[in-house]
Each structure stands twice: as C-alpha cells, then as structure tokens.
C-alpha cells in the first residue's frame, strides 16, 4: 500500500493544481468580463455625469454659496441635463433605479396625493444613480479607495437631500445639507445607504434618518431647535395620519 501513496500524492497535487487553474482562469476571465461592461456603461453613463453631479452636491453644502458661486450659476441645470444623460442610458441603470424613475415620470400624468415630491424623486434617481455605479466598479479595479469614499459622500448626501425635499423645499433642504460645512460635526459621518427608504418613499421612515443627519453638526441651537421641530411636527402628522388609513 505504501509503494502507491507517492503516485496517490503526486496525482492529488495535479489534480488540485489542475482545479485551481480552472478556477483562476474563470475568475479572472468573469473579472475582464465584468470590467469590459462597467467600462460601456462608465464611458456612456457614468463619465457624462458624475463631475455636474458632483459640483451640484458641492454647491448645495456650501454655506457660503451665495458668495462663493457665480452669480449667474443655475445648479439646477447641472441636475436637469444629468438627468436628460440617465434618460437617454437607461439600458444602463438597475431595476431599483427604473422603479423610482418610474415615480418621478409619473408625475407627467398624475398627482402623488401628497402635494408633490417630483423634486424628491429627482433626487432619488441620482442617489440610485450613484448606487448603481458603487456596486456595478465593485471587484473590477477602476475605482481606488479614496474614489469610492468620494462616490459614497454623494451618494449619501444625495440621500439626505432627497429626504429633505419630502419637507421642505430646495432652499431649506440646501441649509439642512451645509450645516456640517458651516458649523462644523461632532464626530465622523458615517455614509450609510438609504437603499430601502427611498424605495418605497418612506416618510414615516425618513424623519428618523434627517434626525440622525442633524445629530451630526455642531448646529447653532435655535436653527437646529427649528428644524428639528418642524420635523417633528410634520412626522407626527404624518404618522397620524398613516394610523387613521
């Protein structure tokens, strides 16, 4: 018996070499695949659109906007045309994106019942937008790390905007999102996802998460009391109103 276990030996480390080259060869193979997709949708989606987007979020957490921005700069236009690109791409985007464009189209033809939040949708196809391309650049090399810290910063932010817009209008909600650049956090933001929120268009959901937001500044007490109360007030009613349905 013991003359075959070198030949029993030698077979196992063939076999297993021959398994894991298999394996690598795929694996790698898949990768190229994978990475030769993101690249069509990046050249024809995601690089038309990510520097407006990203000058548009710059805009709305600045403070000091008003003198900082020239005068005759509509941040809007930069949304608008981004928008127009993600149209013209939409074999491009996922399933949870086309859902809430699907919202934000529909109010073309119909009222939401809540007085409009077309501006929030709008918002909410971006964050998906940049949702889509976190996790399509996964595990394909394109995007270092500091790049998807970058990539999560607007995503969230989008995120919280959107949530705003439920509330207020683009004016307030663009104080809300620069109170941690004009006041400074108490601690490090964690850029959570808001994936299943705006998916269903939560508003007994989003409160909470503009709560958590506002926790994060070093807010003036009289601004962050009014916003907080605001919210507060309009989250109960909603609320309310949701347990008299």
Request: charged share 30%; aromatic share 14%; hydrophobic share 35%.
């Amino acid at each position: 018996m013991n003359d075959y276990t070198p030949a029993i030996i030698t077979a196992s480390v063939a076999l297993f070499a021959a398994l894991l080259s298999q394996y690598l060869s795929h694996y790698l193979s898949r990768r190229r695949e994978k990475r030769n997709e993101f690249m069509l949708r990046y050249q024809e989606l995601y690089s038309k659109v990510i520097a407006p987007l990203s000058i548009y979020i710059s805009i709305k957490t600045n403070p000091r906007r008003l003198h900082d921005v020239h005068y005759h700069v509509k941040e809007s236009d930069l949304l608008d045309k981004s928008l127009s690109t993600i149209e013209d791409n939409l074999k491009h985007v996922s399933p949870s994106l086309l859902k809430v464009y699907e919202r934000y189209y529909g109010y073309i033809f119909f009222e939401d019942g809540w007085g409009s939040s077309q501006e929030a949708d709008k918002h909410a196809v971006i964050y998906f937008l940049f949702d889509d391309l976190l996790r399509k650049s996964r595990f394909v090399g394109v995007f270092n790390r500091r790049d998807r810290e970058k990539l999560k910063y607007l995503r969230y932010h989008y995120g919280i905007l959107t949530m705003c817009l439920y509330y207020w209008d683009i004016e307030e909600s663009a104080v809300i999102l620069s109170m941690e650049n004009f006041s400074g956090v108490k601690k490090r933001i964690r850029y959570k996802k808001f994936h299943t929120v705006l998916s269903i268009n939560g508003h007994n959901k989003t409160g909470k998460c503009i709560l958590k937001h506002l926790s994060y500044a070093k807010n003036d007490e009289e601004v962050y009391e009014k916003y907080v109360s605001q919210l507060e007030n309009m989250y109960s009613y909603i609320k309310e109103r949701n347990s008299t349905r």
